[in-house]
């Protein structure tokens, strides 16, 4: 007799009643999904918001936030459309807060009034003089000495990647030659050297023993005396000069912090800026950045001291009004909020001294990032600069960026895919390192402009 049993799928489909608990869960969750979404929202709020006297900034919050004016500055309006409207007094700061309902708090906003400032742009060919004396360690290696034994000479003396070596023996170093000679005679007396490195403004003493290694000299196998160290001329290379203030002289250039070889920060010792002609430009390519090849004016004297090498660029004080640039009279410092997409202009030179204007479009701006070199995305559009260079290339790093008569930013870095495009960073961040805005947030703090560009 043939039974028929029913399968797993031909069994009814039972529905329960969702437990009560089941229907907290699914509510708790909905309700964590929507907070989620008004966190993000309240987040694009930047925690420092910074305007011009009597100047407004309008917040666009989802429809369960609020703005509360905690200090009770009156400064908090609302708009005719709706949106409530910071608008600054003369002076003075406030704080205000984005909460949820009304009740939770997600985020305290900052609110700054500050003066307009105004610089002069640059554009001008710098070279960048770290160091007044010493050799940058760019490297700390590994040797092996005449017995076979691996050793690491520097980094048990204590010496890092960035250090400048100053003095051996009590002798300031220039060149590298004075260290392999000066290595190589207390190598063969067996004694140790003593050696003095800057690190972060400070001068440090360390003792390093020479190790004999052998080398191939003339087809011949002979010892010689190694200390582990790549050594590197404190000239870092040609950049450009973004702005200065005629006031107080001081400037800013690059963009950017000047690392070594494996991009740590190098100590700037007594640095300065001098400078530089550019004799040609070996042209950007896929995959192959290009490069001004440029040249030291040592017969000008130096144009600046260098005192800050931090990762907005390199900052310090003038000796004397730079030459060849295209302007001479100061104009506005843009604010983050007053940066759009959009077409600008590019101050750089690209033959001899003289500093040219090319055309540039701002591609993407985003002025609630955290302060760093890419809160622009910029691409050449100009033909004579991409038939002379292909877009961006090396050595352009700090060349000021215009728009609308005012200082926006400065090109920081290449797109090593796409040389017409690169990165930049926004004036703002510049002028506050740079020492010359009033009032300065905490390194790394987000921010928006408003009222200035």
């Known amino acids: 007799m043939l039974s028929f049993l029913p399968r797993e799928s031909d069994r009814p489909v039972q529905f329960t009643k969702p437990r009560p608990r089941h229907l907290w869960s699914l509510l708790c969750l909905v309700l964590a999904v929507s907070l989620s979404w008004q966190v993000r929202d309240a987040f694009r709020v930047p925690p420092v918001v910074r305007l011009l006297p009597g100047q407004e900034f309008a917040v666009d919050l989802g429809r369960f936030l609020t703005l509360v004016d905690v200090s ?65 360690i760019a490297q700390t290696m590994q040797l092996v000495d005449v017995d076979g034994v691996t050793r690491f000479p520097a980094r048990e003396a204590g010496l890092r990647a960035g250090d400048i070596l100053v003095e051996m023996a009590g002798t300031p170093l220039y060149t590298v030659d004075q260290v392999h000679e000066l290595v190589e005679r207390f190598g063969q007396r067996g004694e140790p050297l003593e050696v003095t490195v800057a690190r972060n403004g400070v001068l440090l003493t360390r003792t390093i023993i020479p190790v004999p290694v052998a080398i191939e000299d003339g087809g011949e196998r002979v010892v010689r005396y190694r200390l582990g160290l790549r050594l590197e001329s404190p000239a870092a290379g040609i950049g450009t000069l973004t702005f200065y203030d005629p006031g107080s002289m001081r400037f800013a250039g690059l963009g950017h912090m000047i690392t070594d070889g494996l991009r740590n920060p190098v100590e700037v010792n007594e640095g300065r800026i001098v400078e530089a002609v550019i004799r040609g430009v070996q042209q950007g390519a896929r995959g192959f950045p290009g490069e001004k090849i440029g040249v030291f004016d040592g017969q000008a004297g130096d144009l600046g001291t260098i005192e800050k090498n931090s990762r907005f660029g390199i900052y310090g004080r003038l000796q004397r009004i730079p030459r060849w640039g295209l302007y001479d009279e100061p104009v506005p410092v843009a604010l983050a909020h007053e940066v759009r997409a959009g077409p600008a202009e590019m101050l750089t030179v690209i033959d001899g001294r003289e500093v040219e204007s090319f055309a540039v479009r701002l591609v993407q701006v985003q002025p609630h990032r955290r302060a760093d070199g890419r809160g622009l995305v910029v691409e050449v559009t100009d033909p004579r600069l991409l038939d002379r260079t292909r877009g961006i290339v090396q050595g352009m790093s700090g060349s000021p960026i215009l728009q609308d008569g ?5 090109v920081t870095h290449v797109f090593v895919n796409d040389p017409t495009r690169g990165y930049g960073i926004l004036a703002e961040w510049m002028a506050y390192e740079a020492e010359i805005m009033p009032e300065v947030p905490e390194p790394g703090q987000e921010s928006v402009g408003v009222g200035r560009s």
């Open 406 to 410: 005012k200082l926006v930013g400065a």
């Open 72 to 136: 009770a500055s009156g400064w908090l309006q609302q708009a005719d459309t709706g949106l409530p409207v910071i608008r600054a007094a003369d002076a003075g700061d406030a704080r205000v807060q984005v909460r949820f309902l009304g009740l939770v708090p997600l985020r305290t906003v900052q609110v700054m009034v500050v003066p307009r400032l105004a610089v002069v742009p640059g554009g001008q060919a710098i070279g960048v003089m770290v160091s007044s004396r010493g050799l940058v």
